[in-house]
């Protein structure tokens, strides 16, 4: 059965999981070289289905994930690219939209995730027209996205969508070894942003 696409940008589609996915998922992003500013370590056959399961979850419980990112001309897989809302209870920004990415090494560097989140973001303030989007209300509107200092490539990323970084939520998940750093975006910062940052979707199913 073939996936729904949730949007389209100029060169990419954004699409809904299924089993095909998940495979390209764990052959091309389920490496140390992809996961080393997690922890380096593969995810075993049942980490990996956990995770696919939950991504698939999350769009059923709440409309939206990290979701598929393929190329338009060779329907090629580059990773995930979308919005969740956070879970963890130690986080100070449980409840939040959180913006996140993963691509695969052997096709990083030709501004895909830019234009993939770039579409994220507007899909996140502007879905409805009014700015209400899937963001929560804590100290106004803001989607957050968190990773570590050793991450250079990904925190780049964020201050190339405007993001900017909240020292107070920075903070030391459990049983992890290294401080996540949070970027926010809050509505007004978009607003001003998003002047500069063209709306990259050409399409929404």
């Not at 804590?138 to 201050?159: D, K, P």
């Not at 949070?182 to 002047?195: E, I, P, S």
Request: net charge negative; with cysteine; aromatic share 10%.
């Amino acid at each position: 059965m073939e996936s729904k696409i949730e949007f389209e940008t100029q060169r990419l589609r954004v699409r809904h999981w299924n089993r095909r996915y998940a495979e390209l998922l764990e052959s091309h992003c389920n490496t140390p070289e992809v996961l080393h500013h997690l922890d380096g370590r593969k995810l075993t056959g049942d980490e990996h289905e956990d995770l696919t399961k939950w991504l698939a979850s999350q769009q059923d419980d709440s409309g939206i994930t990290f979701w598929v990112v393929e190329t338009k001309d060779k329907d090629e897989f580059l990773g995930f690219c979308g919005l969740v809302k956070v879970d963890e209870p130690d986080s100070p920004v449980l409840g939040a939209t959180e913006i996140g990415w993963r691509f695969r090494t052997d096709r990083q560097g030709n501004g895909y995730a830019l234009e993939a989140a770039t579409a994220c973001m507007h899909y996140a303030f502007d879905e409805n027209g009014t700015g209400d989007g899937f963001a929560n209300v804590c100290e106004g509107l803001r989607v957050v996205s968190r990773t570590t200092v050793a991450n250079e490539r990904s925190w780049r990323l964020m201050l190339k969508l405007g993001m900017k970084h909240e020292p107070r939520l920075d903070y030391l998940p459990a049983g992890a070894t290294f401080p996540q750093i949070t970027h926010v975006m809050t509505y007004t910062d978009w607003k001003a942003r998003k002047r500069s940052l063209p709306d990259t979707r050409l399409k929404q199913s």
